[in-house]
């Protein structure tokens, strides 16, 4: 039976005159600080706990829930409604993403090690061996690297990125990896090298710019994004962490109709919402795990911000002070909205 808990806090908002404060100082604001503006945000258990739930994708079609499980190998695909759960075992490898594919409700475009597959499933039923075809390989002139977030952007493109090798203490060697950009004729392009952990990426509704994090810098980098060509030049940081005193690594990040941005933050027990073009944080939401990995907007009305977790690495110890480790989580109430995802496109055109 699938559990549902529901958790209420306060959002708390950051008015454009006051000084900014971290999560831990939003918690407990002093007043010389921040305003709060009561807001009721509820923070709702949708699934039980996975090892390590990544990379979630709204499929506006079908309206449901893709995200993938690391480690486990698996594609997970959610009614929200029914709360009914199934997988998809990909034997290949670990998983870092699964988009859907435009007009083919059925198959999905994966990063499973450095492969890039075509999986063949039609998500009612668990499957142990879907149909997979390799379609390309990546990072072939280097050692260790796997496929980790991605998305599609407007013309159906697909962004994918890798990281480097993770040793068991979680630890990556820096500046192994690469985003790479991928169109319908499925060649692989490098569009940002060298990365090290290539991770959230997102662009706003003029789709004339493009956010992106490279996780250890702990900043969230823009571009001018040129939507015909794929193109991104003049790189500038809109937001950094550290300087903020924001304590995790940026992961996972979305966007609102507000053009403002939504940011994971493991390690940190929140997601943040900030405003690139000032560099401001506007808010702060405590999720009930450590490990917050990624997080997308969905629903009918895409005003539910759904946040994925992981219990990867932790110990029993640590489980049992956080029972609700790798569980997705619905966060209702923020009063924004978001925008359906894009698929990706094999014969290039938009989705």
Same mark, same amino acid.
């Given at each position: ?17 006051? @000084?900014?404060? $971290? ?29 390590? !739930? ?43 993403? @699964? ?27 668990? #499957? ?33 990125? *890798?990281?480097?090798?993770? #040793?068991? @203490? ?13 169109? $319908? ?10 990365? $090290? ?29 040129? !939507? ?35 940011? @994971? ?28 990995? $990624?997080?997308?907007?969905? #629903? ?19 489980? *049992?002070?956080?029972?609700? !480790? ?24 938009? #989705?």
């Amino acid at each position: 039976m699938q559990s549902h808990s529901t958790v209420f806090i306060f959002g708390i908002i950051l008015l454009p005159f006051v @000084a900014l404060a $971290s999560p831990d100082e939003l918690s407990n604001p002093r007043d010389q600080e921040c305003v709060q503006i009561p807001k009721v945000v509820t923070v709702e258990q949708v699934t039980e706990p996975v090892q390590h !739930a990544e990379g979630p994708h709204w499929n506006y079609q079908s309206q449901t829930l893709i995200f993938v499980d690391i480690h486990a190998q698996r594609i997970y695909h959610l009614n929200t409604v029914t709360g009914k759960l199934t997988f998809a075992y990909i034997a290949n490898g670990p998983v870092g993403f @699964a988009i859907p594919v435009e007009s083919s409700p059925d198959q999905f475009i994966a990063g499973s090690g450095t492969d890039l597959v075509l999986v063949t499933w039609d998500s009612e039923t668990n #499957s142990s061996n879907p149909q997979i075809e390799l379609l390309f390989t990546v990072d072939r002139d280097r050692n260790g690297t796997r496929f980790n977030d991605a998305k599609c952007d407007s013309h159906g493109r697909l962004w994918a990125g *890798t990281m480097g090798l993770e #040793s068991s @203490a979680g630890d990556i060697v820096l500046h192994q990896a690469s985003l790479y950009r991928i169109t $319908s004729d499925l060649v692989p392009e490098r569009v940002i090298v060298p990365v $090290s952990l290539s991770n959230g990426l997102t662009w706003n509704h003029g789709n004339n710019k493009f956010y992106y994090i490279d996780t250890p810098t702990h900043q969230i980098a823009a571009y001018d994004f040129d !939507a015909n060509t794929g193109n991104i030049s003049k790189k500038r940081i809109a937001f950094d962490l550290e300087k903020h005193n924001i304590g995790g690594h940026p992961d996972g990040m979305t966007i609102d109709t507000n053009d403002n941005l939504w940011i @994971a933050v493991y390690g940190g027990r929140h997601i943040l919402n900030i405003d690139p073009v000032e560099g401001r944080l506007l808010r702060a939401i405590e999720i009930p795990a450590d490990k917050v990995t $990624s997080l997308m907007f969905g #629903s009918p009305s895409m005003d539910i911000l759904y946040v994925t977790t992981s219990r990867y690495g932790m110990t029993d110890a640590e489980i *049992t002070t956080q029972p609700r !480790a790798g569980c997705v989580f619905a966060v209702k109430g923020l009063g924004v909205k978001g925008y359906p995802a894009n698929t990706f496109t094999r014969n290039g055109t938009s #989705s």
